[in-house]
């Protein structure tokens, strides 16, 4: 298992409601990407922060935002939600690089949380 | 932006036999390809990866081979087992020189494996 914990693990939310899911990075990792998964596909990337600053982002409305904390946790923050956003989201945390091995990083991937808009 | 194309969507082999999983990106920019493991419920495991620079890469009973010409690679699975049932994905991204996680992932839509005892 991978030090990477999200929170809540399940939310149900009514249609133009607002979330927030939370990410704690694996300890030491400085980098949080996050993905939205929709059932029987694969996850999709959404943005991805590093050293709290947005170091790329996909192809999502800018009703989804995030934050990255000084302990490199993170939020995932969507408004307005829409019924098209049920899906299970996922944070991975990885160190970034090491300028002594130039070698990349796995990204970590975090449990999950499952949101469901009705 | 990379597209991924994943095959089969699900895939059925006796206990034993091999299983092949085939992937195609469109961005020859990419130049390194993860392959995921996602048992029911749980999180996206890499199980292993494969650089542009290397055509082929082994780990005991799992393979990846990468054809940078026609922009397709595969996961080979030799000697299935019971507990290699589960939904595959591949990826793609553009990894920079000097290498770092500061990278985004684009998935294929995953093979669903059932290795029957």
């Known amino acids: 298992e991978t030090g990477v914990t999200q929170s809540p693990t399940h939310l149900i939310k009514t249609r133009g409601q607002q979330v927030t899911l939370r990410c704690s990075s694996q300890?030491?990792?400085?980098?949080v990407s996050w993905y939205q998964q929709a059932l029987g596909q694969g996850p999709q990337f959404i943005f991805q922060y590093y050293r709290e600053e947005e170091n790329g982002r996909g192809n999502f409305p800018p009703r989804f935002s995030g934050l990255q904390f000084p302990n490199y946790s993170s939020e995932l923050n969507v408004n307005a939600l829409e019924l098209d956003d049920s899906a299970l989201y996922l944070c991975a945390s990885s160190l970034g690089w090491d300028r002594r091995t130039l070698s990349s990083y796995e990204q970590y991937f975090g449990p999950g949380t499952r949101l469901t808009v009705t | 932006g990379e597209n991924v194309e994943q095959h089969p969507s699900t895939l059925s082999v006796q206990e034993g036999d091999s299983a092949v999983i085939k992937c195609t990106y469109s961005?020859?920019?990419?130049?390194?390809f993860p392959w995921y493991k996602q048992e029911l419920g749980k999180r996206p495991q890499l199980i292993i990866d494969?650089?542009?620079?290397?055509g082929e890469k082994k780990d005991q009973r799992i393979a990846v081979t990468l054809n940078k010409t026609a922009k397709h690679f595969s996961l080979h699975i030799t000697e299935t087992q019971p507990e290699d049932s589960a939904v595959y994905f591949c990826?793609?991204?553009?990894?920079?020189?000097?290498?770092?996680?500061?990278?985004?992932?684009?998935f294929g839509k995953g093979t669903l494996l059932t290795v029957n005892p």
């Open positions: 494969i650089r542009s620079n290397v």
């Open positions: 300890s030491g990792h400085n980098t």
């Open positions: 990826a793609a991204t553009h990894l920079r020189e000097w290498g770092g996680s500061n990278y985004k992932l684009t």
């Open positions: 961005d020859s920019a990419s130049n390194y």
